[in-house]
């Protein structure tokens, strides 16, 4: 197989991933664990967010992959418009290496 052959296989696959709306995540490339299984739970997709926040699917996802950097910003609105019965610190958990308060790993009442 041709370079040019093997590069159109890798983007044809990549792109058939990107329309199913990143149902499955790749091991190893899965941060916020807490955010992604509550992504998980309410079928919320990657492009989904990506759109709400203006951004491309791709940058969305490096971002949650932890690859480029996810703006406070950003964090907040995804919690209040996808998961508002969610508090921020059990989402983004990973970005502090704070304990959350009074057990954030709860919905919000």
Known sequence: MTNNAMRDNVMCIDNALHER???MARKGNI???NL???MARKQITIKMMSDYLGITRDTLGNKLSRKRT???DEAMKLSKKFFPEYDIYYLFQ???NETPPDDSTKKIA
């Open 36 to 38: 992604r299984a509550e």
């Open 70 to 72: 996810l703006n406070l």
């Open 21 to 23: 709306g990143d149902k």
């Open 94 to 96: 990973e970005l502090t």
């Open 31 to 33: 941060a916020f664990s």
